[in-house]
């Protein structure tokens, strides 16, 4: 009789563990789906082609300003725009790559950072953690749809007449150098066919 009994009390931990194992993943699956939930719009959207002329969009900064979209290629420069949001992991690995990249192409690019959403302090607590400048950290649901951005982080790459040069998800600190790298290679090729 007692094997009996232990049967149903380690069936009863089993499922009780089970159910347990179940809660969670749908709390993931909750959290998934409410990320992804802009996606729906994007897809019945037409693809912005590379070499496509970007919309002259007005858009708030953390710090309370507003940028144009085409400002920084009135300087000449071209614009980077790396899309990111607080909890995501795959941006934090993929900052650092981003600011050091900035830094060495200063002379060329104006470097930005972009989210949605209406969690200003969740913003700035982020942006003081990595080092971002709230002048530069753009707050726009907007610009996400209108340059069909499909996942988190993405690199926007805007040339110095406003038009679309790259448009891709990053999922490495590797794959941002390469997309650079070829930016800068297309964007010095751009210059001497300017001078000839």
Known sequence: M????????????????????????ARQIGILHERTAPLGVLKASPALETGAEVPDLEMPTLAGGHLGLREPSATGHWMALLFVA?????????????LDQLHDRRDLLDGFWVSDGTDMGAYSAYADAHGMDEERYLISQELGLHLQVRAL????????????VVNQVVQSPRQLQALFRQAEVRQSEAGVQTQN
């Open 86 to 98: 607080a909890d995501c992991p795959i941006c934090k690995s993929v900052l650092p790559a981003y």
């Open 2 to 25: 007692s094997w009996l009994l232990i049967s149903n009390v380690a069936l009863l931990a089993v499922v009780a563990g089970l159910g347990l194992v179940v809660l969670s993943l």
């Open 153 to 164: 982080p993405s690199l926007v790459l805007i040339d110095d007449h406003a038009r679309l």
